[in-house]
């Protein structure tokens, strides 16, 4: 699946953009990658495989799928990282225009919140404002294990 060049989340699926970690599960038509911003390690993105800017442009299959993904992948990402909650945040804008839909699974552990002062979306902007990618072999060590993960979980 080609998608529209010149979107992040279309040019990662296709390999335009190099991915740490790689796929890590698919449902058919949605994906599961680790995060390529600076939101912490173990925060996957579930999102179409196709290019879609709304919830509401779903496919009836689509979004069938996004529920229980979701939840997968929310306790996949708490399994990875012993997070206290896992928050699920639809991310659908950048530089105020639709993008690509996709859904932020962020584990979220005591010391993060402590570290930045703050939880829930203050946190997120903490985290942008410092900055802090993961190292891409620490991302490719907690990809292989979701990938394990979700395995296990008959994915």
């Known amino acids: 699946m080609a998608g529209t060049e010149g979107c992040l989340a279309c040019d990662l699926v296709a390999g335009r953009v190099p991915l740490p970690g790689g796929r890590i599960a698919s449902s058919g038509h949605l994906v599961v990658e680790h995060c390529v911003g600076p939101l912490g390690l173990g925060s996957l993105i579930v999102k179409p495989l196709r290019h879609v800017t709304a919830v509401a442009g779903l496919s009836g299959e689509e979004a069938a799928e996004l529920g229980p993904l979701l939840r997968l992948a929310s306790q996949v990402a708490a399994e990875l990282t012993g997070a206290e ?19 932020l699974v962020q584990p979220v552990t005591r010391a993060e919140m402590e570290r930045y002062a703050s939880h829930g979306p203050a946190l997120q902007a903490a985290m942008f404002a410092a900055g802090e990618l993961p190292e891409a072999a620490a991302v490719e060590q907690v990809a292989e294990r979701a990938r394990a993960l979700f395995a296990g979980a008959g994915r």
Request: glycine content about 10%; some cysteine; aromatic content about 16%.
């Open 85 to 103: 909650q896992v928050y699920n945040c639809l991310w659908s804008h950048a530089g105020g225009e639709p993008v690509h839909i996709h859904y």
